[in-house]
């Protein structure tokens, strides 16, 4: 049995000296309609559905089309969050979106979707950590609420990975697929939310995983090349990754359960990240826990990166499977390498209650008078740009003024 710890100041775990709690009180999803099967991957590598269900769990995985991008994807998932939270866009002081699939190195996927939702107060970052971002990302948010410095905060982790597959190779290209999650966090002086977490990395492992972008080119990521590692194309060491999630998701939710105070047996569902069935069959073993204790929606999505465990969040509330006062654990891992741990008693039942249409509303209009603001602001710009082009040039004016002046008759 695990003796709860507490803080020097005598607080619960999750709190800080200020005695708030940081607790998720809005959630949702969202992923593209459009599947990708095995049956179809087979059309593209030499593969077979028996050999990606057997190796993998995966059946099919969802895939962006032509108008879907990271942020968009971000965007409705942030919505239903908000929409469960009951909260309006103003009301957010931070929007932390973990992507390794953005659309720009900057401006962050984040800030675009802080503009869409017209979330006016809110700053707004992407943060890198991979399919452990996410993880990262409630940690942070959870640090600056209990901390007193913010009141709510938007995480979300969304991802296109279907953008960066390389499509020769068969052996990483059935794993991936694209979607978003996102979550609410307030503060609140009920005891609870987000107890604790434990964040790691190892970046000597940099190159079992990863995508090279465009730093990677005359930097210190030359040793990359030379493995023949695709710019902008993921590229990874199956095996050794196989190794090092099951090795660190073993490692990591002990040590968030002991930093909670929180027993194995008092945990209700492990959330993970989504990568492959048999990795969470090896951490059950080696955890010593029924392999049913993981949430596992991977057959349906594959892996969407930091999108996986928020959407897997989603769906285990929809199905009933976390209640208020539930004790629940995330972990995450992959490309850093990074993995994180942290552990969660579930909300407050009375911040989870549908909207009223009426918010909901206010709302969508508030969403169409951002768009229409932005839309505004780019053509005012390009107004002004199209002016200053046509209108002849200062100095010409004044050569010209003088050329008149000096020869009058000219
Ligand atoms: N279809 C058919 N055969 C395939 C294949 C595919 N899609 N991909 C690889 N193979 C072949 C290999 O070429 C190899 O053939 P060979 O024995 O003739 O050389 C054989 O299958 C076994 O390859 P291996 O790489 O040993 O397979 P594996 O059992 O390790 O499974 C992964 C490969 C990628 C599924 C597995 O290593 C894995 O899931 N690793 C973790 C990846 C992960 O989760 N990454 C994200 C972390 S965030």
């Known amino acids: 049995m695990v003796t709860p710890k507490h803080s020097s100041n005598g607080t619960r775990p999750g709190a800080s000296a200020t005695g708030i709690y940081a607790h998720i009180v809005g959630w949702g999803m969202a992923v593209p309609d459009k599947v990708l099967s095995n049956e179809d ?50 009301e957010l002081d931070l929007i932390v979106c973990a992507t390794s699939t953005p659309e720009y190195i900057f401006p962050s996927t984040a800030s675009l979707i802080q503009s869409w939702l017209g979330a006016s107060h809110a700053g707004a970052f992407d943060l890198s950590a991979a399919c452990s971002g996410f993880v990262y990302g409630v940690n942070m948010a959870a640090q600056a609420i209990r901390s007193g410095s913010i009141q709510t905060a938007l ?12 499509w020769t190779d068969r052996a990483t290209c059935i794993l991936f697929g694209d979607g978003a999650g996102a979550v609410v966090l ?30 990677s080119v005359d930097t210190q990521s030359a040793p990359l090349h030379s493995l023949e590692h695709k710019l902008g194309k993921m590229h990874m060491a199956g095996g050794e990754v196989f190794k090092f999630a099951t090795r660190v998701i073993s490692e990591s939710i002990p040590q968030a359960l002991e930093m909670a105070g929180v027993p194995m047996e008092d945990v209700k569902l492990i959330i993970p990240h989504q990568a492959n069935a048999r990795i969470l069959q090896s951490a059950a073993r080696a955890l ?63 911040q989870a209650e549908r909207p009223t249409r009426f918010t909901r509303q206010r709302r969508q209009l508030g969403y169409t008078v951002a768009d229409w603001r932005m839309r505004m602001l780019r053509t005012s710009r390009h107004l002004n740009e199209t002016v200053q082009r046509v209108r002849p040039k200062r100095g010409k004016m004044d050569r010209l003024r003088r050329k008149v002046e000096r020869h009058p008759f000219d």
């Not at 995480?155 to 597959?165: H, N």
């Not at 307030?186 to 987000?194: F, L, T």
Request: with cysteine.
């Open 41 to 90: 991957l087979a059309a593209i590598v030499e593969t077979t559905d028996e050999w990606i269900m057997s190796r993998t769990g995966i059946k099919e995985r969802r895939i962006a089309s032509e108008r879907e991008t990271t942020a968009t994807l971000g965007l409705r998932a942030a919505q239903k969050a908000l929409d469960v939270a009951d909260i309006f866009p103003a």
């Open 186 to 215: 307030q503060a609140s002086e009920i005891e609870g939310g987000v107890l604790s977490a434990v964040l790691r990395s190892d970046g000597g492992g940099c190159d079992l995983l990863g995508i090279p972008s465009v730093g």
């Open 155 to 166: 995480v979300l982790g969304a991802e296109t990975m279907t953008r960066v597959m390389d």
């Open 288 to 350: 010593k826990i029924d392999d049913t204790l993981f949430m596992s929606n991977i057959e349906r999505y594959g892996n969407t990166s930091a999108a996986s465990i928020p959407i897997a969040l989603c769906e285990a509330v929809e199905q009933g499977r976390v209640q208020p006062h539930d004790h629940i654990a995330f972990v995450g891992f992959g490309g850093g390498l990074t993995w994180a741990a942290m552990v969660v008693e579930w909300g407050v039942p009375e």
